[in-house]
């Protein structure tokens, strides 16, 4: 499994710089809609890491899939947070258990 990072310049830089491969570097929500779909249906993405507002300015349908998704699971970071899935509650969810019990 693979792990993919959508987001503008400024957030995916440092990813591209650690070595991800799968980096999709958007500019508007138009682009970032279209990576998102891109990368769902991508079999081999396991985990995908986005910004929260970029995550925030998608079609209500599309958030909404994103915020179930087991697989690939979504990592929000940065921005204000609000309504965002937390990583623990997002491994609660991919595994089963609550792994900090």
Known sequence: MELAVIGKSEFVTGF????????????????????????????????????????????????????????PTVVALGGSGEGSTSLRDKIKQAVGVDLWK
Not at 38 to 63: R, S
């Open 16 to 71: 591209r710089l650690s070595g991800i491969k799968k980096i999709y570097e958007v500019a508007d929500a138009a682009e970032t809609e279209s990576a998102v779909k891109e990368v769902l249906d991508d079999n081999n993405i396991g985990i995908i890491v986005m910004h929260n507002d970029d995550i925030g300015n998608l079609p209500e349908i599309l958030m909404k899939n994103l915020n179930e998704s087991v697989q």
